[in-house]
């Protein structure tokens, strides 16, 4: 059925991590970058950049800047324990392969393009319909 060459899921777990370093870099650029420019976001000294919660938060933007992030680093969690399962490639969604090129682009995409965008638009319409009080952030995740 589904086999992943040895060699090919080298080369994945190879780009997923030349990804995530390319993420932690700029976050922790854009991090330095918040710090000198008013400090909405400390990160104390010696923190490990993969551990977010570390950060004290003193805004709405920082947090939604670190749920932006800590959710690519779960996706690239998620993408490298795929690479091992052999299901890297395919959609986990509606179990089609991933477009080569979105995987290129997107290292850890989870879903091929069509489920991302139904995915979006399902999104983009449950918030609209949840706006009416500004609604609370859940914050648990899982
Ligand atoms: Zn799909």
Same mark, same amino acid.
């Given at each position: 059925?589904?086999?992943?060459?040895?060699?090919?899921?080298?080369?994945? /777990?190879? /780009? *997923?991590?030349?990804?995530?370093?390319? *993420?932690?870099?700029?976050?922790?650029?854009?991090?330095?970058?918040? *710090?000198?420019?008013?400090?909405?976001?400390? =990160?104390? +000294?010696?923190?490990?950049?993969?551990?977010?919660?570390?950060?004290?938060?003193?805004s709405?933007?920082?947090? %939604? #800047?670190?749920?932006?992030?800590?959710?690519?680093?779960?996706? *690239?969690?998620?993408?490298? =324990?795929?690479?091992?399962e052999?299901?890297?490639?395919?959609?986990?969604?509606?179990?089609?392969?991933?477009?080569?090129? /979105?995987?290129?682009?997107?290292? #850890? =995409? +989870?879903?091929? @393009?069509?489920?991302?965008? /139904?995915?979006?638009?399902?999104?983009?319409?449950? %918030?609209?319909?949840?706006?009416?009080?500004?609604?609370? @952030?859940?914050? %648990?995740?899982e």
């Amino acid at each position: 059925m589904l086999r992943t060459s040895v060699r090919s899921k080298d080369s994945y /777990r190879k /780009r *997923i991590l030349k990804k995530r370093s390319e *993420i932690l870099k700029r976050l922790s650029k854009e991090l330095n970058e918040g *710090i000198t420019k008013g400090p909405e976001l400390k =990160a104390s +000294p010696g923190s490990d950049l993969g551990d977010l919660s570390a950060l004290s938060l003193d805004s709405h933007l920082s947090v %939604s #800047f670190v749920r932006r992030y800590s959710n690519m680093l779960r996706q *690239i969690d998620q993408a490298l =324990a795929r690479v091992d399962e052999g299901s890297y490639t395919i959609c986990e969604e509606c179990g089609e392969k991933i477009d080569k090129n /979105r995987l290129e682009i997107l290292p #850890f =995409a +989870p879903y091929c @393009i069509q489920c991302q965008r /139904r995915m979006e638009e399902e999104n983009r319409r449950a %918030s609209r319909l949840n706006q009416s009080d500004g609604g609370p @952030i859940n914050d %648990s995740g899982e």
